[in-house]
């Protein structure tokens, strides 16, 4: 077989460098369009994930701290949680019985028929009760005291 050279003449090479460029140019427009599209596709992406989901903040990196000496100690045991105190207050005299939540019932029955106010409105209430005179004093709020008969 024999080979043939083919020859190219100046302006055929710059038609063909002129072809080149005009083809790479596209090319890149080509490239840059579908990097925009990609760059949409994953912001829309995110949106939509974002929407779906709430951010998750990621965890603040704690700068290591130089420690000079390290010392081996036990492992300190929590104090067992203690069970919480169940009490009841029971006020017994002359053949009656009232406990402390029949008496907290009846100041606020004292509060809301007596007074007018509101139930919503009473915060705090200290009693005091004297047996020898059926008679329990109140402070509600800290500021409106009286008494009633038991």
């Not at 005009?22 to 949409?40: D, F, G, L, P, R």
């Not at 009760?129 to 500021?143: A, I, L, Q, R």
């Amino acid at each position: 077989m024999a080979v043939t050279k083919k020859t190219v003449t100046p302006a055929a090479a710059k038609e063909a460098a002129a072809k080149t460029e005009e083809i790479k140019a596209e090319t890149k427009k080509t490239e840059a369009s579908t990097a925009v599209k990609a760059e949409a596709v994953k912001k829309s992406v995110k949106t939509e994930a974002a929407k779906a989901e709430p951010e998750k903040k990621e965890p603040v990196k704690k700068t290591a701290v130089k420690k000079t000496a390290v010392r081996k100690t036990a492992a300190k045991k929590e104090p067992a949680k203690k069970a919480e105190l169940k009490s009841a207050v029971h006020v017994q005299f002359e053949g009656k019985s009232y406990s402390q939540e029949d008496l907290i019932q009846i100041a606020k029955d004292v509060w809301k028929y007596d007074l007018k106010q509101k139930a919503g409105d009473l915060t705090s209430v200290e009693l005091y009760v004297k047996p020898e005179e059926s008679m329990v004093y109140y402070v509600m709020n800290g500021d409106h005291t009286g008494s009633f008969y038991i």
